[in-house]
């Protein structure tokens, strides 16, 4: 059960199709883990579509994108057919990585962490794959601008929660964390980044001129 989503600002812009590819491509990939913000997504391109249709001469009633809000919490239809709770990685990442995590190009950057860079088209965001190992921290850092970040394999914590795949993460340049990888395996994780990390601890403040944001 995925407990972390996107907020509804993400999953209306996804839904009108204006997030960045790279963005839109992480949203996405939560889509295929959860089962709510898929239903969500469906009802508001079901609202954008009646929207498109109305816009002229008459104009939706500003009471509807609350009501179909509203209506999140009621019980879910009957589940997908065929769709099983956190099943294997989202289609579009298979594709992206030919669904073989062992044969990307992994770059270590600390003992606990490699990344491995994707490439989506979108040039304004980083879209990689981190590899954080079983019990690592990755060292404190904030952002220059912000992260998401959704879980495929294994885990992590940054104190404040746990997070298991499927469960997406939205940080903003405040923020500050040091995710540790939970034990037992291996932590992969997709992040989306319009700046660079930048470490804050003495050890790895060193690195920060070499992490550039590596967009294509
Ligand atoms: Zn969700």
């Not at 850092?141 to 992260?147: V, Y």
């Amino acid at each position: 059960m995925t407990k972390h989503h996107p907020s509804n600002d993400f999953l209306m812009e996804h839904a009108a199709g204006s997030l960045p590819v790279a963005q839109a491509a992480c949203v996405s990939a939560h889509l295929s883990y959860c089962e709510r913000c898929r239903r969500t997504d469906g009802q508001l391109q079901t609202v954008g579509g009646a929207m498109l249709e109305r816009l002229d001469p008459v104009s939706v009633s500003e009471s509807l994108l609350d009501t179909v809000l509203a209506r999140l919490e009621d019980p879910a239809p009957l589940a997908y057919a065929g769709q099983t709770e956190v099943s294997a990685l989202p289609g579009l990442l298979q594709r992206l990585t030919n669904k073989d995590f062992s044969q990307l190009v992994w770059k270590r950057v600390t003992r606990a962490l490699s990344i491995s860079y994707l490439s989506t088209g979108d040039t304004s965001h980083e879209f990689a794959l981190l590899r954080i190992a079983a019990g690592g921290r990755i060292p404190e850092h904030t952002h220059g601008g912000n992260e998401m970040t959704l879980v495929l394999e294994g885990g992590f914590s940054d104190g404040r929660d746990s997070y298991h795949p499927g469960d997406f993460i939205y940080r903003s340049s405040e923020d500050t964390h040091a995710p540790v990888a939970l034990d037992g395996e291996d932590c992969i994780c997709l992040t989306v980044l319009d700046a660079p990390l930048k470490f804050t601890g003495w050890q790895h403040r060193w690195l920060n001129p070499f992490l550039k944001l590596r967009a294509s």
